[in-house]
């Protein structure tokens, strides 16, 4: 796995590298050699957070935890990683290179039941006024179709508190 680590306000060490590397070469049984990781170390105030991102076959995979120490939150993210891949091993056995050598599933897979389905007209309107629908509806996501482009997208509320804009490509 070829691991890029940055940080965001802070200078990584090498030896934090180095622990990140190690710790991720861990997921090789789940991906191969050429998959790419992305660790994004973020620091606000004693706040230290540190985000997993892999990338493999057209699948991301992402996990991101918050801890005190940088060492601390890159355990845990990489923990949190590691389960996601666990829980939802036979979903991916198709779409991922190496799901076939995987660990037995320590717990029951569960199914993704839809409970409801919702319809509706897509009025066009600029990304501003779609923030500001959503904040009316108090959802954490809306859809709408951009007046910029004529596309369907939707604006979500991020965790930080800012907002953000998911485009399709195509």
């Not at 789940?30 to 997993?52: D, G, N």
């Not at 056995?93 to 037995?104: L, Y």
């Not at 007209?121 to 600029?126: D, G, I, L, S």
Request: net charge positive.
């Amino acid at each position: 796995m070829k691991v890029t680590c940055t940080g965001r306000r802070v200078s990584l060490k090498p030896s934090f590298v180095e622990k990140a590397e190690k710790r991720l070469a861990k997921l090789d049984k789940f991906f191969p050699e050429e998959t790419q990781a992305q660790v994004t170390v973020t620091v606000e105030k004693s706040r230290q957070t540190v985000e997993i991102t892999v990338y493999d076959n057209g699948i991301t995979v992402r996990a991101e935890k918050t801890a005190d120490q940088m060492e601390a939150a890159l355990e845990d993210a990489a923990d949190l990683l590691t389960r996601r891949l666990v829980k939802n091993r036979k979903r991916l056995s198709t779409k991922m290179t190496r799901a076939a050598e995987w660990p037995a599933d320590p717990e029951p897979e569960e199914t993704f039941e839809v409970i409801r389905e919702k319809r509706f007209a897509v009025k066009p309107c600029t990304t501003e006024e779609a923030i500001l629908q959503m904040n009316l509806l108090g959802h954490n996501f809306f859809m709408y179709r951009s007046m910029e482009n004529d596309q369907i997208q939707v604006v979500y509320r991020r965790a930080d508190g800012g907002y953000g804009v998911l485009i399709p490509l195509n």
